[in-house]
Nanobody, 116 residues
């Protein structure tokens, strides 16, 4: 059974930083593009960053230049370094495969709250 465990969220002031981690079962991680998603209250879940198996990355315009996605293939883990956070970044953050056909059941996510 595929498992996704996100961690690292918390409360941070505007302009601050957080680093999220996602530990994934090998069956979803190995050789696949992985993504970080977020869902703000009352909004649809959106994809914010992708890292391909090659290490290439893509970002949503809203986070480009502020967020950095990375992966550790030895640990089946992806990370999201988030800098210059704004209240608009407040959401529950999830990880999963980037391709919808490969996605596993969603984990519980990790709450990020940006507030003064």
């Amino acid at each position: 059974q595929v498992q996704l465990v996100e961690s690292g969220g918390g409360l941070v002031q505007p302009g601050g930083s957080l680093r999220l981690s996602c530990a994934a079962s090998g069956s979803i991680f190995k050789g696949n593009a992985m993504g970080w998603y977020r869902q703000a209250p009352g909004q649809q879940r959106e994809l914010v960053a992708i890292i391909h198996a090659s290490g290439n990355t893509n970002y949503a315009d809203s986070v480009k230049g502020r967020f950095t996605i990375s992966r550790d293939n030895a640990k089946n883990t992806i990370y999201l370094q988030m800098n210059r956070l704004t209240p608009e970044d407040t959401a529950i953050y999830f990880c999963n495969a980037a391709l919808s056909t490969l996605r596993a059941s969603w984990g519980q996510g990790t709450q990020v709250t940006v507030s003064s």
